[in-house]
C-alpha cells in the first residue's frame, strides 16, 4: 500500500499512512531527545533549532478521557476526547473513536476517521484513538 | 525599592449586564475606587487596564467615560489573568520609582461576546480538533479523581461551597446557593463537570488605586493594605509525560511570591483562587503549595475551607459563584482580600485574617498547561 499524505485536513494535523497504520508526525531535539507533537522548528527545552521529524508509534496508553457535551459551532458535539501517552514520551490530546467509556490505562492504536470537527457543514478525516481490542 | 499599598477599591456587581457597556462598568468601577481612596481624578498619574473581548484601546474608553484622561493609560491583555497583570504593571511602576499613585482597572462585557463554552485560541491544535476549557478541566478531574480516590460529589462540594459564599455577596453574579442534589442534577458539560462546577458567562469590573509608601502618609488612609508580593509568570512548554494535576506555573508564581513577601504558605490565612471550573480550585490551592496534593477535595468535603473554617477559600464567592467577567476576575481577587482584611466584608468577613493570596490564572495556549499566572498577597 502506497504511503498516503493526510488526504483530508492535513493544516490540522500531520500524520502518514503506511501500511495501513497511521503515524501521527512530531518532532525530537537531537540535542535534549525531547519529543513534540506537533512538530516544532526550535526546541523549548533548550533552544537548540533544526529538530529532528519523528513519526509517533501507531499505539499509546489512554492517560485520561472527557466527554465534551457543549462545544463550539464547529463541532459536532457530543465526542470524547484522550490524551495518549506515546512510547517516544510524548502526549497527544486526540478524538476518541468508539462507543462506551474510554478508560485510562488501556491501550490505544490511532486510526482515521471523520470528526468531531465540521468544515463547511461536514465532519473531516482526523487521527482518533480507538481502543485495542482484545 | 517603595513598597506599594492599595489604597481603594472598586467593583461593580457582576452578572449579566444587557443595557450597559464595558466603558461604562469600567467607569463606575474607577470611581468606586477613587471614592474609597480618597483621592481625586487629577492624582492618578497612570492607568493599566486588563481585559481580554473588548477589543482596541477599551482602557481609554472607560478612563474618558469615567473622567481622566490625557495620563499615560495601557491596555493588557492576558487571558483571565489579563486584570492582575495590570496590577502587576501598575505596582512595578510604584516599585520602580516612576509613579506614587496608579490605577488598575479590569473590565469585561462578555455576554455580548460569547455563548457556549470557551475554547483555546482557535489556531492551537487542540482547539481545531475540539477542545474547550471545561474539556480540559474535565480531563485534569478524571485524572485526580484516579489518582486520589474521590468522586465527582466530592468535586462538586467545591461549587456549593462558592455558591453559598457568593449569595451573601452582593455583588455576586450568582445570589442563591445550590445543593449538592442540584450540583448532581445539572446537565454534563465535560465529563464529571456538571453545570454549577463551570464559571458563568459574566460582565463587570473591578479597579484598584495603589500607592507608594513614601506618598501614603499624605492621603492618611489607615484602611491601605499592604501589596507584599505580586508575580507574574507564563507556562513553560510542557516536555515528555507529566503529571496533570500538578500546576507546574502556578507553582512558580507562588514561589516568587513567597519570595518576595518573605512569607511562606503556612502564615497564609486565606485565599482567592482561579476556580474557572470546580477540579481548578482544588489544583491551584495544591499548586500553590497551601494544602498537600490530592487532600483539598476531602477536606473541603469535611468544611475546612468554608468562610469558618481553617483555611478559608474563595469567600467571595469565586468564580463559581461571584462571576467571571475575565479581565476584571483578577483585580476582584484583590478587591475581596483588602475588604477581608479591612474587616469590611460584612455576612461573610473571615475571622481576624493577616494575610490573604489571590491566584489567577488563565488560558490554554498550543503545548502548555497554561498562558499567564499571577498571585499577590496582601497583608494587614
Ligand atoms: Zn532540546
Redesign the pocket.
Known amino acids: 500500500m502506497p504511503d498516503i499524505e493526510s488526504p483530508s485536513a492535513p493544516e490540522i494535523m500531520q500524520y502518514r499512512q503506511s501500511q495501513g497504520k497511521v503515524h501521527l508526525l512530531g518532532s525530537r531535539?537531537p540535542?535534549?531527545s525531547?519529543a513534540f507533537f506537533p512538530s516544532r522548528t526550535i526546541?523549548p527545552?533548550?533552544g537548540?533549532e533544526g529538530l529532528e521529524e519523528l513519526a509517533l508509534a501507531d499505539h499509546g496508553i489512554i492517560y485520561t478521557y472527557t466527554v465534551i457535551r457543549q462545544s463550539t459551532p464547529e463541532f459536532e458535539a457530543p465526542y470524547a476526547m484522550v490524551y495518549i501517552d506515546f512510547p517516544q514520551d510524548v502526549r497527544v490530546l486526540l478524538p476518541y473513536l468508539g462507543d462506551g467509556t474510554p478508560v485510562i490505562g488501556a491501550e490505544a492504536e490511532i486510526v482515521l476517521a471523520p470528526g468531531p470537527r465540521l468544515i463547511d457543514g461536514a465532519l473531516v478525516l482526523l487521527p482518533h484513538a480507538q481502543s485495542r481490542q482484545a | 525599592m517603595d513598597d506599594v499599598y492599595v489604597l481603594g477599591i472598586g467593583m461593580t456587581p457582576f452578572g449579566r449586564h444587557p443595557d450597559r457597556s464595558a466603558a461604562d462598568l469600567g467607569s463606575e468601577a474607577i470611581g468606586l475606587a477613587l471614592k474609597d481612596a480618597g483621592v481625586s481624578r487629577k492624582d492618578i498619574e497612570a492607568a493599566w487596564v486588563g481585559h481580554v473581548y473588548q477589543g482596541m484601546a477599551m482602557g481609554q474608553r472607560a478612563l474618558y467615560a469615567a473622567g481622566l484622561s490625557g495620563l499615560p493609560i495601557a491596555n493588557v491583555e492576558n487571558a483571565c489573568s489579563s486584570g492582575s497583570t495590570a496590577i502587576w504593571d501598575a505596582a512595578m511602576s510604584i516599585r520602580a520609582g516612576a509613579y506614587d499613585v496608579v490605577l488598575a482597572l479590569g473590565v469585561e462585557h462578555l455576554s455580548s461576546m460569547f455563548r457556549g463554552a470557551l475554547a483555546p485560541d482557535p489556531t492551537d491544535i487542540e482547539a481545531q480538533i475540539g477542545l474547550t476549557m471545561p474539556g480540559i478541566y474535565a480531563m485534569r478531574a478524571q485524572r485526580y479523581m484516579l489518582q486520589y480516590g474521590v468522586t465527582p460529589s466530592d468535586i462538586a462540594h467545591i461549587a456549593v461551597k462558592n455558591k453559598k459564599n457568593a449569595a451573601m455577596n452582593p455583588l455576586s453574579h450568582f445570589k442563591k446557593p445550590v445543593t449538592l442534589e442540584e450540583v448532581a442534577a445539572g446537565r454534563l458539560i465535560a465529563d464529571p463537570l456538571r453545570l454549577h462546577e463551570c464559571a458563568p458567562i459574566s460582565d463587570g469590573a473591578a479597579a484598584v488605586v495603589l500607592i507608594s509608601r513614601s506618598k501614603l502618609s499624605q492621603y492618611g488612609s489607615n484602611r491601605a493594605i499592604r501589596l507584599a508580593a505580586t508575580s507574574l509568570r507564563s507556562g513553560r512548554t510542557e516536555v515528555g509525560l507529566v503529571d496533570m494535576t500538578v500546576e507546574d506555573l502556578t507553582w512558580r508564581t507562588a514561589e516568587a511570591a513567597y519570595a518576595q513577601a518573605g512569607i511562606g504558605p503556612e502564615e497564609i490565612d486565606f485565599a482567592e483562587v482561579h476556580d474557572c471550573f470546580s477540579i481548578a480550585e482544588a489544583l491551584r490551592v495544591e499548586g500553590m503549595g497551601l494544602i498537600p496534593h490530592g487532600e483539598y477535595v476531602s477536606r473541603v468535603v469535611k468544611g475546612e475551607m468554608d468562610i469558618d473554617g481553617t483555611f478559608p477559600v474563595n469567600a467571595s464567592g469565586g468564580l463559581l459563584g461571584k462571576g467571571h467577567p475575565l479581565g476584571a476576575t483578577g483585580v476582584a481577587q484583590v478587591v475581596e482580600l483588602v475588604r477581608q482584611l479591612r474587616g469590611d466584608a460584612k455576612e461573610r468577613q473571615i475571622k481576624s485574617p493577616k494575610v490573604g493570596i489571590a491566584h489567577c490564572r488563565g488560558g490554554k495556549a498550543q503545548g502548555v498547561e497554561g498562558t499567564a499566572c499571577t498571585v499577590n498577597i496582601l497583608v494587614k
Open positions: 531535539c540535542s535534549c525531547a526546541c527545552a533548550d537548540t
